[in-house]
Structure formats: structure tokens, C-alpha cells
């Protein structure tokens, strides 16, 4: 288990995160995004957040996202990122700046850069908004993979439970 105990403004709850996958659903407005905002406060520099449209970052390249998150996560996983550029067929647009892709294709990789991280705590927001069927079912599998991992743990945001994914935990909004 993943524990946050310290808690400054007394705001937060003490936070447990079982390791493993757990959804947070709700419908829109219920506070999924704003739990996952929390989560991120209270695991610091554990955790992986961004919004995955990656705003403000028109003129980066995909490569350059990646490179400025394998600088900042020790643990980051060079090889799966590698699988999941290909898997999530990004190989064309690694060179290309943000502003050229599609809203999906820039979605796709702000997931890579997530799930190769290898931060304890990974927050993913509707992780499927945008995406084509073959790289949903990627995502999916790769959560699935990742759903017994035995020390990290993934926080998925979404209107529906992720379809196929064993959960550690259930949130329901």
C-alpha cells in the first residue's frame, strides 16, 4: 500500500492507494479531476500528472516531452517507451511539434510519457478521450499488465470503470 499521512491544511483525507490499477468514477462534475489534483499534492514527488492535451506545449516536440520526463523521473523506462511509441503508432510524429498533431496523436504522448515514467503514483485523467480503438485497447492491456504490479500504482479518472482491467480499488463520484 501506498500511504500519504502528512497533511498540512487539513483539506486532504489520509490517502491510501492500494498498488495496482484503481478507477475513479463519476459523471462530469463530480470531482474525478479534482480527487486526482489531491492525490497529486499528497504524493508529491511520487507522481506523475499532466493534462494529457499537454497545453502549453504547442511548440515542444514528442521527443522533447519525453526527454524533459525521463530527466525528471529516475525511473523512467526507456525501453517501454520505445514499445509504447510503437504500439500507440507515434513512430512518424516523435520529431514533430505538438501544434501538428492531432488531438489524439498529442494525447497518445502525453500516455506514453506516463506509463514509461515509472513513478510510484501515476494519474491518469479520461485517459481514452480522443484515442482510436487499437490504442485504447493497448492502454487497456498495459493497465492490465501493470493491475498485480506489486509496488505502484495507477489512478485512472473516468465515467466508466476501464473495461478488462483487474482493479486494486474502486472509487465511485
Known amino acids: 500500500m501506498l500511504k500519504h499521512t502528512h497533511n498540512t491544511d487539513n483539506s486532504l483525507p489520509v490517502l491510501t ?11 462530469e462534475g463530480s470531482g474525478k479531476t479534482r480527487l486526482l489534483h489531491q492525490l497529486a499534492a499528497a504524493y508529491a514527488q511520487q507522481v506523475f500528472e499532466c493534462d494529457l492535451s499537454l497545453p502549453g506545449q504547442d511548440n515542444d516536440t514528442a521527443q522533447g516531452c519525453w526527454d524533459a520526463w525521463q530527466a ?9 517507451l520505445r514499445q509504447l511509441i510503437e ?5 512518424e510524429h516523435t520529431h514533430k511539434q505538438l501544434f501538428m498533431l ?9 500516455l506514453a510519457g506516463a506509463l514509461a515514467s515509472g513513478a510510484m503514483v501515476t494519474l491518469l485523467d479520461q485517459p ?4 482510436d480503438a487499437a490504442s485504447i485497447q493497448e492502454v487497456l492491456g498495459f493497465l492490465q499488465d501493470m493491475s498485480a504490479h506489486p509496488t505502484r500504482a495507477w489512478v485512472v ?7 478488462g482491467v483487474d482493479l486494486a480499488s474502486l472509487i465511485q463520484l
Do not use: E, M, Q
Not at 492531432?102 to 502525453?110: L, Y
Not at 479518472?157 to 473495461?163: F, I, N, Q
Open 17 to 27: 492507494l492500494s498498488a495496482g490499477v484503481t478507477a475513479v468514477i463519476g459523471d
Open 72 to 80: 525528471r523521473y529516475p525511473h523512467f523506462d526507456d525501453a517501454l
Open 87 to 91: 504500439a500507440l503508432n507515434l513512430s
Open 102 to 110: 492531432s488531438t489524439g496523436s498529442r494525447r497518445k504522448v502525453g
Open 128 to 131: 481514452f478521450v480522443s484515442l
Open 157 to 163: 479518472a473516468d465515467y466508466t470503470v476501464p473495461k
